[in-house]
């Protein structure tokens, strides 16, 4: 059974990793330069793009479709994340036990997720198995059942996890940030429901959503292994062949975030609180990305090398964690960062940002630091291509991003491409001090609350 039945996070996860991890993930990569991306469309006119690796006996593939939770409508949030728990929970004349013991048989796996703006699957399966898998993939996506048996177990679970999410103080601070940031727009409700919500979905709602949303016009696909353009193509048009040519448009506007410097408190009874912090960002083709990724890198991206770290955490031991990172949405930009720290720091972590947030936009980055970043961020770029999933997986990011086939060969000169001017005028530009907003979730001590909340 799949088994992602639980809520959405707004911000992407920390990349924290040890120097010994790093090394020892490098050290197996596949170098990005080794791969090489076919373009295959099949008979019917579906394209996928494909890297050959024919050394297991192994094909994984990934797809998406442009569309995910921004897409739930009004009162049904949730919809989507409940439709990837649902999807392989029986299909045609399967039900739940028959569609899992057919996968179980051969050994295939397969799951299905949802994130704020795609909705997307992964199949991996040994060639021997190739015919039993896509046929199952074929009807998962075209003849869900959404049985009553296994809607009622997976809507429970889901509530359940709602429950202890609304206990979760990090889970809370996203809840809060993405509210706070982007009121009166998709991007500012829950992802993964409300109880409420979660309550009203019917199969009728599920069988909507497939209908509107699964379509050769916002279908992407990835796959790596061994298989051949001609095998792919016969593939390709038997699991996707069957979908309608259009999807139902999802209109989402651009929207900037709603950050004024305020710092929201969510009290909560534990010892530790959850801290998020952020304000715009550049957006994924803002002709300043590479040097605002770069400068993102020295600030608090570089986990145990950037400046918020060793301010905060070297220094001072005053935070658990603490870090920065750019989420470049669809329609919005965003710089957000994240600590933890005892109720007792809190209001000296918060300052020690603020200050270090002024100190870089005022007066930028070294050369030095510039170069490490560069080094890191060009050297650790094979550890996307450690495993066929990963590829595959990324081979689909790119497209959804709207960048070219030849991106993974360009990617590292575009780096190589900043000059420390580049990253100090961005630093100056996309540094507001004035706009950072935080949420706090705990019991912070001398706080002062420019707005308090009690927890929802």
């Not at 947030?357 to 961020?377: C, P, S």
């Given at each position: 059974m799949n088994t992602h039945h639980g809520w959405r996070r707004f911000w992407a996860r920390l990349p924290v990793l040890s120097a010994?991890?790093?090394?020892?993930?490098?050290?197996?990569?596949?170098?990005?330069?080794?791969?090489?991306?076919?373009?295959?469309?099949?008979?019917?006119?579906?394209?996928a793009w494909l890297v050959q690796d024919h050394q297991n006996p192994i094909v994984n593939l990934r797809f998406a479709f442009r569309g995910g939770s921004t897409a739930?409508?009004?009162?049904?949030?949730?919809?989507?994340?409940?439709?990837?728990?649902?999807?392989?929970?029986?299909?045609?004349?399967?039900?739940?036990?028959?569609?899992?013991?057919?996968l179980e048989k051969e050994s295939i796996a397969l799951s299905f997720s949802s994130s704020l703006e795609s909705f997307g699957g992964s199949l991996r399966t040994l060639v021997r198995a190739r015919d039993e898998a896509v046929e199952l993939l074929r009807l998962a996506l075209s003849a869900?059942?959404?049985?009553?048996?296994?809607?009622?177990?997976?809507?429970?679970?889901?509530?359940?996890?709602?429950?202890?999410?609304?206990?979760?103080?990090?889970?809370?601070?996203?809840?809060?940030?993405?509210?706070?940031?982007?009121?009166?727009?998709?991007?500012?409700?829950?992802?993964?429901g409300t109880p409420e919500s979660i309550a009203s979905i019917t199969r009728d709602d599920m069988i909507g959503f497939v209908k509107n949303r699964f379509a050769k016009d916002n279908l992407y696909l990835g796959v790596v292994g061994d298989i051949t353009p001609a095998a792919l193509g016969q593939l390709l048009d038997k699991v996707f062949g069957h979908l309608p040519d259009k999807s139902v448009p999802v209109v989402t506007a651009d929207v900037l975030p709603v950050t004024s410097g305020e710092t929201f408190v969510i009290r909560k009874p534990?010892?530790?609180s959850a801290i998020l912090f952020g304000h715009a960002g550049p957006m994924r083709h803002d002709p300043d990305y590479y040097a605002a990724y770069l400068l993102n890198y020295v600030l608090g991206g570089g986990s145990f090398n950037s400046r918020l770290w060793v301010e905060v955490r070297e220094k001072r031991g005053l935070a658990y964690s603490v870090g920065t990172f750019l989420h470049p949405l669809d329609h919005a930009g965003l710089l957000l960062g994240s600590a933890g720290t005892d109720n007792a720091r809190v209001s000296e972590t918060l300052q020690l940002v603020r200050t270090e947030?002024?100190?870089?936009?005022?007066?930028?980055?070294?050369?030095?630091?510039?170069?490490?970043?560069?080094?890191?961020?060009t050297g650790s770029y094979a550890l996307q291509f450690t495993s066929s999933g990963r590829i595959a997986g990324t081979l689909v990011g790119l497209q959804l991003e709207g960048l070219g086939s030849d991106?993974?060969?360009?990617?590292?000169?575009?780096?190589a491409a900043v000059t420390l001017a580049d990253v100090n005028r961005v630093a100056e530009k996309v540094l507001q001090l004035s706009n950072l907003t935080f949420i706090v979730v705990g019991q912070p001590e001398g706080v002062t609350e420019l707005k308090a909340t009690a927890p929802r």
């Open positions: 010994v991890l790093v090394l020892a993930l490098f050290a197996g990569a596949l170098p990005a330069r080794a791969i090489e991306i076919e373009k295959v469309v099949s008979p019917g006119g579906i394209t739930d409508p009004v009162g049904k949030e949730g919809l989507a994340d409940f439709v990837s728990g649902m999807l392989d929970e029986g299909a045609g004349d399967l039900d739940s036990q028959a569609y899992q013991r057919r869900p059942r959404f049985d009553a048996q296994p809607l009622s177990r997976v809507r429970n679970q889901i509530l359940v996890g709602l429950r202890q999410a609304a206990e979760n103080p990090d889970h809370v601070a996203n809840e809060t940030m993405s509210r706070k940031f982007f009121p009166n727009h998709p991007y500012g409700r829950p992802s993964g534990v010892t530790q947030w002024q100190r870089v936009a005022r007066d930028g980055i070294t050369a030095k630091e510039l170069d490490d970043a560069k080094r890191y961020v991106y993974i060969d360009k990617r590292n000169g575009y780096f």
